[in-house]
């Protein structure tokens, strides 16, 4: 079963703080995800990633950035925390390689920006 | 860019009821769909997933969801809900994008009473 392991369930950091979420996954998976998920709002794209060291922007990136130094870590850096980036954050991960995969997510990390 | 549409932000029925959730996509060309669940305190996870052939297309938990193309729509549905039902529902579609992408609805929170 595949397994997205996101470092963190909860964190609080204070405004101006650089921010660092990680994920892990232990599939082999190629592409990999950042969605941020409010009320109301549903799930928004941040970033992807298809490849090592490889990133591509989704619909929201604005006041963030991403590392993929290894296939199986794609991190989320708030570069200078701010309090609307108070959220849920998920990552997920799939296999393109693999036809109808679905995406598999991870348990979220509820970050708190004071 | 595609969008999708949920047509319910909250669902609230009684234990036996029947459920349908509406979802549209804004794409011409062709789309995956999905529907997740989020249980409460949990990740999101797949209920079903529409790539190809039969458009009634059947998912964990007694779920499942027709696919009408003329109508842009992908609406889940279950004859009978359980009170474990209650969670938040998701539709998503993948537009035909090589990296897997997924655009999300904004969810519809179902709250069955027992």
């Known amino acids: 079963d595949v397994k997205v392991t996101q470092s963190s369930r909860y964190l609080v950091k204070r405004t101006g703080e650089k921010v660092f979420l990680e994920c892990v996954q232990d599939m082999d998976h190629e592409n990999m995800f950042w969605y941020r998920q409010d009320p109301g709002l549903g799930l928004r794209l941040i970033y992807f990633?298809?490849?090592?060291?490889?990133?591509e922007k989704g619909d929201i990136p604005e006041g963030y950035s991403v590392s993929r130094e290894k296939k199986e870590r794609f991190s989320l850096i708030l570069e200078s925390a701010s309090t609307n980036q108070t959220s849920m954050y998920l990552c997920a991960s799939t296999d393109p390689r693999t036809s109808n995969q679905p995406q598999h997510f991870g348990d979220g990390t509820r970050l708190s920006i004071l | 860019a595609q969008s999708v549409s949920q047509h319910n932000h909250h669902v609230i029925l009684s234990e036996a009821a029947s459920l349908e959730l509406g979802c549209n996509y804004s794409y011409g060309g062709t789309v995956n769909l999905f529907w997740y669940v989020q249980y409460p305190g949990q990740h999101l996870q797949l209920l079903l997933k529409?790539?190809?052939?039969?458009?009634l297309v059947k998912g964990i938990k007694g779920f499942e969801a027709e696919f009408i193309k003329s109508k842009f729509s992908f609406n889940l549905r279950k004859p009978s809900v359980q009170w474990s039902d209650t969670a938040e529902y998701f539709c998503?579609?993948?537009?035909?994008?090589?990296?897997?992408?997924?655009?999300f609805g904004k969810g519809t929170m179902l709250l069955v009473s027992p």
């Open positions: 990633s298809y490849d090592v060291k490889m990133k």
């Open positions: 529409y790539f190809s052939g039969d458009p």
């Open positions: 998503a579609v993948n537009a035909g994008s090589g990296y897997s992408t997924l655009t």
